[in-house]
């Protein structure tokens, strides 16, 4: 096996060995058993020795051939690497990875280490025609790097290995950076030189730039610094018909945007192999606040107000009533200390309800001066709400890479867990909401004994926000993937009926690419589709995804 | 003629009857004199019916479909529609139309009132094989409006009565706005709603949205706003292929941007008919200040760190030297006031020269509160220059519309006058400023005996701003357009040598058509072309602009 850094579960989230720490289990698996019925426990194979999958289709001829391209050391057959490389960290990924069930693998994963190496695969993967999927740290939630279903060998491009920040333009607050360098690595190298990039997805850890740039990834700090489409001001794409670099400048009027172009492109038109992207200094100071509203909708309107008057939180996150009580749940010591207590005393007192309020997070960050005014800005707009001091805030920051890890308990008690997002303008928000909600619910109870469904409200703009919902169900033995795919189903038609983006920052992948030509209309998507005809007429660039509107195979 | 709401020249700029007025004219000119040699009077054309322009080439029974598709009135073959819409509003095409040469007009101006026209006469003109020409408010200055040579008839579209402003939505703060409304009109009705969309280009006054959008106008107050590609959310493209709508929605993660590929498309994909726009509360508060710094460099600097630490003036707009004695010139009065001759002793006892150095100008807008804490914050970083009070920034925003008006006075006396733009980052801004100068000294020089040389930079981010230039000499007798390509040629050179931007918001059109595959990239020019090739296979769409590498016919 080709060593990573860290060891990483295959079965699930993050680093072996990790896992969220619920301070009160018993109260957890209760409430979740009083909502969802029994729960069982389920079983998963112990070892990815004991996982099947389809041979390597490669012929040794061709294996030669990429061992001479890449160096020997830089290419594998080996199948725990086929295994590792033929998913992403969806919860379908997860339920079939569990079973053991690998029924596509790539015939062999190559670890480019310079940008000729990517042009002479592609050049190739052309003559051979053979799939190639480029690999970033495989976090994908939508289907964005498994190995397409085609009778053609298919190669994974990890592009880890190439991971350089190139260069820090200490002048301009640009750096250049290689694709490959995954959040951590690429945030302490800007750190040691006084910058950050100010993008923190949920995957932080162990995903990539080239991966963010391709899936037009948020960070939960995107309310301040921007989507990813935002930050980059420049890049670099090695397409099957050759490679292409955007201007590098601040900004042009120079005919429609080659840069938007080609962020985006999940794979899909070439491999991304470097960014200029802007920097910011790092935060001179941060504030931290949080208000309890009596319910959603006087969350959004307060939100609403502070974004529409200039304010800029980096961090904004405004739970819905569920949320807020499940976030209560997992924070609360089995014996609630005598501090806290006299917290929810106050809270009561005060009118408000934390089982059935509307959870505010705020994080402002930058100059002095301007948090400090900014903070006080917004504290008049959240008058609406209570305010709970700044240590829920400081609390989420601390353990906000730590919620994906819940997941990996939960399927081990059979639970249906998955998330979804959407983005609308302000006026359109509520009727979305609550439609996605009603979908959720009727399509997991038309199967299922109970239902969980949460959500928030992030990521804000002056027009809009995004919207982010959990949902949990019991599974339904043997029909768990047609169960998911009901209720993603009846989720994402509310969506796209109501005026919902098709996603807003978890991609199209091979999961939402049915809806895709629905979304952006017959001619905005065969528009589209002529940027993939033009790069990769041979639909070699991951293919199944994005730019194939057929359903999924 | 077709009326317009009000009487615009034809040989200049603006409104007939209007002009700059120069407050110490004699200074003014024997400033000129001094510098460029002495000037002499130019003649033009005094009336349109001395022009003389080849006829319309349409056939009757055209005209007669033409007619019924759009209604009699809409529908004009007349010589004065014909002219005033066979250009724009370059030097290049100034210096034609006062000569009387209009070598090619459109064969007829038609007035769509609604999207099904456009549709139908974009069908009848692919079946005709006829050019359409979009056209808003005429201001081009880059030949985008200009009619190609091609012996097929061509149809200019003049989209000034598609001008309502659909919807106001008071929640979102959006507007669904028709292309053709004008500035003015624009800002009156959201004003009207306590909004604006904050986009006031130099020629706001005459152009329109559809006219911004299509060439990825940047307007002055684009520091605070963003260019109008960031303010727009959704558009609708009528192209030969077919009618597009880009998702209204605040951001998403869907592939390519499809919004970014229909923005800045120049007319060549189709027309622009609507736009979704982002508002903003008419501003709260408004601070101004100026600043003289003893050189441009030390000006960049300041305004550097002002972008990268957060602030975000509306307006930010630093002279260099000879802009700003230029400035000083045209608005000194012949026999200064004891205040005015105070204020030039108080900046010479500061150790600052009025006449060698640098001017900002800043003017935040926004909530009262976040106004007032960024002037403080600016003023820190601006220790450097010497405050001016808010009077040369008051005073500018009054007089702002008004400088374009200077240039037929210019032109008048014989005066080769233009101006271009660049952006760049921060690291490369130095050396491209130098770089431009010299190769607009230069280039004059050549052939001229003296040269005007001056510029300003505005419009700023974090990573880097745009840079302005005027350029003024005398006209060489006979081969004033030869000159100017020569001067526009070794700028633009000069420009792409140093890594800037082919242009910041003056747009492509049949100007800089020869360096867009340069400045692209082969690979990227022709990803470009080919959404054109996908949405007008046959180029009919504004040929010879944009998306056509050939040199200028």
Known sequence: ?????????????????????????????????QNLGPLQQSTRVSSLNDISLPPSRLALKDLEDLRQLFGEKDVTI???DRIIHSFGKSYVDLLRIRRGTVERAPDVVVFPQRQEQIQDLLALASRKSWAVVPFGGGTS???????PEDSKPSVTLDLRRMNRVLQIDRNSYT??????????????????????????????????????????????????????????????????????DSPMVPADAAGPSLLQCLIGSEG???????????????????????????????????????????????????SDPEETAMAL?????PRPSIKERLGHLYIRLSGFDLHSGALLLLIFEGPERLVSVAKKEA???????????????????????????IRDDLLDRSVMVDTLE??????????????????????????????????????????????????????????????????????????????????????????????????LGKEGFSLLAELKNKLDPQNIMNPGKLFDASPES
Chains 1, 2 share one sequence.
Do not use: C
């Open 329 to 333: 749940l997992l924070a609360q010591s």
């Open 422 to 519: 959407t983005a609308a303008h302000w006026q359109k928000l509520p009727e979305i909401y609550a439609a996605v909600r009603q979908a959720l619910s009727d399509s997991i109870l038309a199967t299922a004994s109970g239902a969980l469904v949460f959500g928030h409200l992030s990521h804000g703009y002056s027009d809009g926000a995004s919207l982010y919902f959990t949902f949990m169900a019991k599974q339904q033995p043997g029909q768990e993937l047609a169960q998911w795919q009901t209720v993603k189903t009846a989720a994402t038609e509310a969506i796209l009926k109501h005026g919902g983006a098709l996603s807003h920052h978890h991609g199209i992948g091979s999961m939402h690419k049915i809806w895709t030509s629905t979304y």
């Open 268 to 318: 899909a038109l070439g491999v991304i192999t470097q960014a200029v992207v802007r920097l910011h200094p790092l935060p001179q100071s941060r504030a931290f606040g949080a208000y309890l509203f009596s319910d959603f909708a006087s969350g959004v309107d307060a939100v609403k107000k502070m974004l529409q008057a200039d304010l800029r939180p980096a961090v904004l996150r405004l």
């Open 141 to 147: 939630v939508v289907g964005g790097v498994e190995v």
């Open 379 to 405: 504290h008049r707009y959240a008058r609406a709400g209570l305010y709970l001091g700044s240590l829920p805030a400081r609390n989420w920051i601390k353990e906000r890479f730590r919620h994906p890890y």
């Open 175 to 244: 750096a250049v950076v290689q694709s490959g360098v995954m959040g951590p690595a690429l945030e302490k190298e800007l750190n040691a030189s006084g910058f950050t990039l100010g993008h923190f997805p949920q995957s932080f850890e162990f995903s990539t730039l080239g991966g963010w740039v391709a899936t037009r990834s948020a960070g939960q700090n995107s309310t301040k610094y921007g989507k990813i489409e935002n930050m980059v001001t420049s890049l670099r794409l090695v397409s099957p018909t050759g490679v292409l």
């Open 1 to 33: 096996m080709v060593n990573n850094t860290e060891k990483l579960k295959w079965w699930g989230w993050g680093r072996e060995g990790e896992s969220y720490s619920i301070r009160n289990p018993q109260g957890f698996w209760s409430f979740l058993e």
């Open 78 to 80: 080996d199948d725990t």
